[in-house]
């Protein structure tokens, strides 16, 4: 009796996640405007979407995008990282104080104090603003990522690598960088991740002429429901479980080839 | 490791000045300012703004901000709580499975999700049509308050869920038979032992739903058809349609205070930093 409430608990939790996805998904092939009754089997929502042209380059923007903020990002993290970690001086506080300002602060508030910076130093809004905005706030949660991997470091790792005769290039590739690259992987995941879901700081920060998924998905439901953003969304959660399939098979090999 | 000195910080320093910390100053001086002529370099210091979000309309609306992330925050913690315990209670390998199943849902687009709910909740939709065939007569539930606050609560939930998990499944077993063993009763068990040792998670938990649901306005805007204006839509709206920016930085300075009171509430309770879970990926 009691695990058969358990398990009730389990599959209740459960369908209120997952049904809202599934009824998107099962309406996307639903060959009727309204989200009314079954209407007949229809792909015709999909090939809408494919010729809508703001869609697609929504969709090419919101890659570009993620991928510079991501890059960038993990670079100028990383960098970052090991410079605070050799910090001695008082700037540490400081200095990390200002880098939690984005993870602390709501998105709106990010949203607008940028914008607000943009349009004072007369910056036109486009893709320039939304890369710089997207680059700020991604970074802390980089560094957030790498710093705890270069405070868990041997002291004197680096040097112990250059006496046993390792060029200062070497020690860095071969010695520091593995014992660093769980961090740096993790957070450019994380960034790419908040870059690709960011609706609030990009609809602030794009002005007119660029948008990106979520502030096309935003100006769609906003004039109400249209079926292209089910068959939108189908193809979005396709590619999320892939991408989990993918993932699991890989670090499953990864196991096996440890044992 | 002396090779590297600290001034290879000193470049992303000065971007987190230029765009952190010159845009918050920015924002916090527009709000002391009363209609600025930046050409014309006529700007006059005022607190007329703060003084205008006093008026009874806006203290409603900030009332209602509160009160929604509130109640969303109370519904996401008697859900996960419970669920928490019961998820810590399944074997190791089911533990993690049952996890990922709870965050999948977040790797879906945010406003795909409030779209999702905008279609089940529409007078066609699913819910209605329910309804309707339990006698009840045309119930549209988008454009509500409940659709807002189930919202929020549907957004929101695993992040109170994963670190209400992180500190259950981080207390010794032994420590709740050895209550037991020594007479506490079920009840007293949970109240002195469990409670507070998942405090930390509790308090995490909380501010994580809590900060996103105060201030959001897609939510508001979305499911509940711009008819329920929370802070949020109030910046939006100043900032975007009205244009009055030196309105807009006020309330957006009276969001950051009520978010920096509530951070250091929560440092209060638990007496450390915040700890997220850190499983969100």
């Given at each position: 009796m009691r695990k058969f409430f358990k398990n009730l608990a389990f599959g209740l939790i459960l369908l209120f996640l997952y049904a809202p996805i599934l009824v998107l998904i099962i309406y996307s092939f639903n060959d009727s405007k309204i989200m009314g009754p079954w209407a007949g089997f229809t792909l015709k929502w999909y090939v809408m979407l494919f010729q809508d042209r703001y869609i697609l380059q929504a969709l090419y923007y919101t890659l570009i995008i993620a991928v510079v903020a991501t890059t960038v990002s993990t670079l100028v993290g990383t960098v970052s990282a090991l410079g605070i970690y050799r910090m001695r001086s008082k700037l540490k506080r400081p200095y990390l104080l200002l880098n939690n300002i984005p993870v602390l602060v709501p998105d709106i508030v990010m949203g607008i104090t940028l914008m607000s910076l943009f349009i004072f130093i007369g910056m036109k809004m486009g893709l320039t603003t939304i890369i710089i905005a997207h680059i700020t706030f991604c970074i802390p949660y980089v560094i957030l990522a790498v710093l705890p991997r270069f405070n868990r470091l041997p002291e004197n790792i680096f040097e112990a690598a250059l006496d046993l005769g390792a060029t200062p290039r070497q020690a860095f590739w071969k010695v520091l960088f593995p014992e660093i690259l769980p961090g740096v992987t993790s957070g450019a995941l994380i960034a790419f991740t908040l870059s690709i879901d960011d609706f609030v700081i990009s609809f602030f920060t794009a002005g007119n002429g660029v948008s990106n998924l979520s502030i096309t998905i935003y100006s769609m439901a906003k004039a109400g429901i249209n079926p292209k953003i089910n068959a939108l969304s189908t193809i979005m959660f396709g590619c999320i479980m892939v991408l989990l399939v993918l993932i699991n098979i890989r670090s499953e090999k990864g196991i096996k080839n440890i044992q | 490791m002396k090779s590297f000195k600290e001034y290879i910080a000193y470049p992303y320093g000065l971007w987190m000045l230029i765009f952190i910390a010159v845009p918050l100053l920015v924002v916090i001086w527009f709000s002391f300012l009363s209609n600025p002529d930046f050409k014309a370099g006529i700007y006059t210091f005022t607190l007329e703004n703060y003084q205008q979000f006093m008026d009874p309309v806006y203290l409603e609306l900030l009332y209602r901000s509160f009160l929604y992330a509130v109640i969303a925050t109370l519904i996401c913690f008697l859900i996960a709580y419970p669920l928490g315990n019961l998820i810590v209670s399944l074997p190791g390998h089911r533990q993690n499975m049952m996890i990922v199943l709870m965050i999948i849902p977040m790797w879906v687009n945010f406003l795909l999700r409030t779209y999702a709910w905008m279609v089940l909740l529409s007078g066609s939709g699913l819910i209605s049509q329910f309804f309707r065939l339990l006698?009840?007569?045309?119930?549209?539930?988008?454009?509500?308050q409940s659709a807002v606050i189930l919202g929020m609560v549907y957004n929101f939930f695993p992040y109170m869920l994963l670190p209400i998990y992180t500190s259950l499944k981080k207390i010794d077993p032994d420590l709740l038979r050895a209550a037991t063993d020594l007479g506490a009763n079920h009840f007293q068990m949970f109240l002195k032992i469990k409670i507070p040792l998942s405090l930390p998670g509790i308090v995490s938990g909380c501010m994580m739903v809590f900060m996103p649901a105060v201030s959001t306005f897609v939510i508001s805007n979305l499911l509940g058809g711009g008819k329920y204006m929370l802070i949020g839509n109030l910046i939006e709206q100043q900032f975007l349609t009205l244009n009055n920016w030196n309105f807009g930085s006020a309330i957006s300075m009276v969001l950051m205070t009520i978010i920096f009171l509530v951070l250091g509430i929560a440092r209060l309770i638990t007496g450390k930093e915040l700890d997220t879970g850190g499983q969100l990926l």
């Open positions: - | 006698g009840f007569r045309d119930v549209s539930l988008l454009y509500t």
